[in-house]
């Protein structure tokens, strides 16, 4: 899978949380589960994802907290702020680290490529574009 050479940088609210990336993968989704609309207070959250070789802490990673849901997924956000800023799927190895692209600071060449599971997308909000549509995670179908 190709990945997009950056470095890109990114923050919290507060700006008391700093990271860069150093290359991205191709595959970003906006993901519509309840979670993530819940967690982002927005009908969707997008998602980069990142090796982790590629995803470094500049600073203030002693304010990230972690909330894991009952279904084992681990969202992190900082303590001061409450900005959304990684997610990690249960089954996650910790091989990659999907962060919220909307903490980005520079311009992104790239763009998301799918809706994730639309089956529970918010009723007030309609997708208007022709990406990809999956009613659960992409290996769902």
Not at 77 to 87: A, H, P, Q, W
């Amino acid at each position: 899978m190709s990945q997009h050479p950056g470095p890109w940088s990114g923050q919290c609210l507060c700006g008391g949380i700093h990271y860069q990336v150093e290359a991205i993968r191709p595959q970003m989704a906006h993901c519509h589960c309840s979670m993530c609309r819940k967690f982002h207070g927005a009908a969707f959250a997008t998602f980069g994802v990142a090796k982790k070789e590629d995803f470094n802490w500049l600073s203030g990673k002693e304010l990230l907290a972690s909330y894991r849901a009952e279904n084992g997924t681990v969202r992190q956000f900082c303590k001061n702020c409450g900005s959304s800023m990684t997610f990690a799927s249960s089954g996650c190895t910790g091989e990659v680290v999907e962060f919220a692209l909307g903490t980005l600071d520079n311009p992104l060449n790239m763009q998301p490529d799918a809706h994730i599971y639309t089956q529970s997308k918010a009723d007030w909000y309609e997708i208007e574009d022709t990406l990809p549509r999956f009613a659960e995670g992409r290996e769902q179908g």
